[in-house]
């Protein structure tokens, strides 16, 4: 048997490892009540309620990580980069993005393995999203 949590069991993928839909829902709702409060991030969210972006995020993440694919059947392909380009991303929004996924990721309690995994994807994702020196 390997060490890779995505090869543990090959009929399973990382979103059914690591619960599914109940998971992803937990980890973005704890990130949004992060938003919620930052006065940083907060403005890049002009909508008054945060539920549509918590949505978005999560139908996002359970596809990538092999969930359904009702994301790109809403909405298209995720074009990440051009859909966070009217924003100005900086380092400091960087750094707060990552402060409260951080968060978000360790109140799932994942093994450590799947924690990591996630956790990788987020901080290369979170540096993808720099369009500001700053």
């Not at 998971?23 to 006065?39: I, K, N, Q, W």
């Not at 993005?97 to 994807?121: K, T």
């Amino acid at each position: 048997m390997t060490d890779d949590p995505r090869t543990t069991d090959p009929e399973q993928t990382f979103y059914d490892q690591v619960g599914g839909e109940e998971t992803f829902r937990r980890l973005v709702r704890r990130f949004y009540e992060g938003v919620a409060g930052d006065p940083l991030l907060r403005p890049m969210y002009p909508e008054e309620d945060l539920g549509p972006a918590e949505e978005r995020m999560t139908l996002f993440l359970m596809q990538y990580w092999g969930g359904p694919r009702t994301y790109s059947e809403r909405r298209g392909h995720p074009r990440l980069r051009m859909r966070h380009a009217p924003f100005t991303v900086d380092r400091a929004a960087h750094d707060a993005w990552l402060r409260l996924m951080r968060d978000a990721v360790d109140s799932l309690e994942l093994s450590e393995e799947h924690a990591a995994q996630l956790w990788n994807y987020f901080t290369y994702a979170a540096t993808t999203m720099i369009n500001s020196p700053g």
